[in-house]
Structures are given as C-alpha cells and as structure tokens.
C-alpha cells in the first residue's frame, strides 16, 4: 500500500521541509482516519463530513486535500504512482529493471504485488476492489502512472504502447496474487506460481515490445 513518505527540499533552509512534513502527516492522518471508519462500516455508509469531524478537520479542509471522497483511499498507494517510471530512469533495459523490481517486491511480500496476507492488507484490498467507485477511481491512478512511464520511455507513440502494456501486466500479476489470497490459499504456496508467472509475464513483454 505505502502511504507517502515525507519529502525534504532540496534548499538551504530545513523550513521549507517541515511545512512538507507536516502537510504529509496531514494527508497520512486524514487517510488513516478515513480508512479506519471505511472498515469498519462500508465505504459509501461514511459521509466525508463524518470523516471530516473525527479528522479534527472541517469538511471544506478535507476537500482541500482530497478533492474526492475516493482520494481518502487511494492516498495509500500515491507514492506508487510514478514508481515504474522512477525504476525505468537511466536503465539500459526497461522491461528487465521492471521484471527485476516486481520479482523484488515479491520477495519483500511488498503489498503492492498482491502477494501480502496481513489482515489489515488484505481488508484494504476488498475495500479497494470491492468498491465500484473507488476501482473506477484507480483506474485514474493507473493512467496517470502510464504516462509517466510513457514520459520516462520517451513519450512517443511506441513509449505509449510499450507503458500501457507493462502497467496492464503489473495490474494482472498483482490482481491475481491477491485474489488467490483472499480466497484463502497460503502466500507461501502462492509465492512460487507469483515468481513464476511474473518471469513469464516479462519475458512474453521483452519479446513482444523488441517487435514494435
């Protein structure tokens, strides 16, 4: 999931910095609270003014920084969204520095895989993906982290392809782990099939983006 990490500036004042700190606590704090009450009773049985008052915060405030009830969610996994495009920068080979970070992610049950049996993971992705609005809503995430790959791959038109098909396969491989898990099976009997069709997956990608 990864809620986002405060940031320093680059400047020569620590100022510039704490106000960061403290505008991201905000936006952790907030999410936290929201998701908290979304658990407990069901995402569309929580007013934003609820959420708002047990913020500590008025509801125009809330939507200063969550210009949607949807964004109180997916504030979670926002720190993910230009992630591909950070591990692409500068990578000779693209498609392996991918493959190589995924299989990564796997190993450290990294939440954003699926491959995560946590509780508290596990109630957040039935959230998220038993939630019409909020699926609709991470679809925006996923465009967004599409075209700063893109961006990264170059940004014309085989770029566009190639980022479009490696988010798709990433969404699939994580989709997939975490349906497996939530069904029940063990991750530790789901790792080996989420190492092995991730390889798959890559590998299939390489061939078919050297083509374009």
Known sequence: MGES???ERETGSREPGLRERKRQRMYQEVSDTAVRLFLERGFDAVPVAEVAA???????????????????VLHRIADHEDEAARVVAGA?????ALRRHFLAGLERRDPVTGLNDHP?????HTLLYGTPSLVARAYRHQERSEAALAEALGGD?????AAGQIIAVQR????D??????AGEKVADVAPDAVRAAERAFGRLAGVLAEQ
């Open 92 to 96: 000779p080979d693209p498609v392996d």
């Open 157 to 161: 038109l085989d770029a566009r392809l």
């Open 177 to 182: 782990n975490w349906r497996r898990i939530a």
């Open 54 to 72: 047990a913020a500590g915060i008025s509801k125009p405030t809330l939507f200063r920084y969550f210009p949607a009830k949807e964004d109180l």
């Open 5 to 7: 990490e405060p940031r």
């Open 120 to 124: 508290q993971v596990l109630a957040f």
């Open 172 to 175: 699939i491989l994580a989709l």
